[in-house]
């Protein structure tokens, strides 16, 4: 089993649209919580962290589940502009050899 | 202020050439990490260091070496190339464990090398 798993898509959701992605992890002992993003043939960039208590940030919402061991993204009112793909990233807090990456969800939004 | 930057942009080797894939940083980060990302298979990390003078292995460091002279420059070699490494290189950095969100990673736009 990967350590970090994600639906590698792709989704393919109409423009304002309601999408939302899994990613479940299998170190219980992970501690930190991100979504990055990455577009086509550039670097990946933060999107957002996410936080035990859930957060929010404009259209998009993260939401942390310890008992089951996942992590959500959900975004509303979908652009174009959020054609992308999406990774879910975990890490223990304590090593910087052990930030995992997932392999990520493509998503594409369509006129 | 630049971030992350990473030279060349874009490398054709031949199969047994070396070459040298430099990273620099301007934000006084004390991680640093090369990366290689391949079809379906995410970010796997090659080597990664906590600080000057300092390196470490990571998930895939076969085939790799690298070193941290500068604070700001972490630097990747290959010694003899093969086509396995043809890949699309990410070098990133991040702040220490002292500040709450160390983990979050800054990176460069990438180096595309192809081995033939």
């Known amino acids: 089993r990967k350590e970090v798993e994600q639906d590698p898509g792709p989704f393919n959701v109409p423009e304002g649209a309601t999408v939302a992605f899994n990613c479940t992890y299998s170190n219980s002992a992970s501690q930190s919580f991100f979504w990055y993003r990455q577009d086509c043939r550039k670097e990946p960039k933060l999107l957002m962290s996410v936080y035990s208590s859930g957060n929010e940030d404009g259209r998009f919402t993260a939401q942390l589940n310890r008992a089951s061991q996942y992590i959500s993204l959900l975004i509303r009112d979908s652009k174009l502009s959020d054609s992308a793909t999406y990774l879910c990233v975990v890490s223990p807090y304590s090593s910087a050899s052990k930030i995992i990456f997932g392999s990520g969800t493509r998503l594409s939004i369509r006129p | 202020n630049a971030g992350v930057t990473q030279t060349p942009k874009f490398r054709v080797l031949k199969t047994g050439q070396s070459m040298t894939l430099l990273c620099a940083q301007d934000m006084n980060h004390e991680y640093m990490y090369w990366y290689r990302q391949d079809p379906g298979m995410g970010l796997r990390l090659i080597h990664y260091?906590?600080?000057?003078?300092?390196?470490a292995k990571g998930e895939v460091p076969d085939g790799y070496n690298v070193s941290r002279l500068k604070k700001q420059n972490f630097l990747l070699g290959l010694e003899s190339a093969a086509p396995s490494q043809t890949s699309v290189y990410f070098c990133?950095?991040?702040?220490?464990?002292?500040?709450?969100?160390?983990?979050?990673?800054?990176f460069g736009p990438g180096t595309r090398l192809t081995v033939l």
């Open positions: 260091s906590v600080g000057e003078g300092t390196t």
């Open positions: 990133a950095s991040s702040s220490g464990p002292s500040r709450a969100s160390y983990n979050e990673q800054f």
